[in-house]
């Protein structure tokens, strides 16, 4: 009976740890490190995928697509969040085909956006679900 005692709270505690970490994340700040560098990484095979042909591989912008880096990006993003700028490139990107990239790519991609704008990588990926993403300002 003792073990069966114990078992239970430690149960919910183990169950609990998980709720604590993903609340740590939500809410937070593109700054605070909302993305991982592995993250990045496929996010930037992705972009070079899908995206420079039209953004050019530094991120600079060509003819009507406009800078996905510098000033510019942080004049467009700055106060949005995560979320709106996936929300863009999955439903309007790549413009000859869009909403072709799945969740996990737009992710990926605007990890990498981030990473090239200077918002350091952290401990857990950007995450897939657009209502975890819209607690990710981009600060």
């Known amino acids: 009976m003792m073990f069966r005692t114990r078992a239970v ?7 609990i740890l998980p709720a604590i970490a993903f609340a740590q994340a939500a809410g937070s700040a ?17 972009y070079s995928a899908h995206c420079a042909s039209c953004h050019g591989e530094d991120l600079a912008g060509a003819d009507v697509a406009p800078p996905l880096s510098g ?3 942080g004049g467009n993003w700055k106060g949005q969040t995560a979320g709106a700028l996936a929300t863009r490139i999955r439903t309007t990107m790549p413009l000859d ?5 799945g969740t996990a790519a737009v992710a990926d991609v605007s990890a990498y956006i981030l990473s090239k704008n200077g918002y350091p ?7 897939h679900e657009a209502s975890l993403l ?3 300002k981009i600060d």
Do not use: H, V
């Open 9 to 15: 709270p430690f149960a919910i505690f183990m169950g």
């Open 30 to 46: 593109a700054s605070s490190g909302a993305y991982t560098d592995a993250q990045a990484a496929r996010g930037k095979a992705q």
């Open 71 to 73: 000033g510019t990006f």
């Open 97 to 101: 085909n869009p909403g072709s990239l």
């Open 121 to 127: 990588a952290g401990k857990t990926e950007l995450p």
């Open 134 to 136: 819209q607690s990710i």
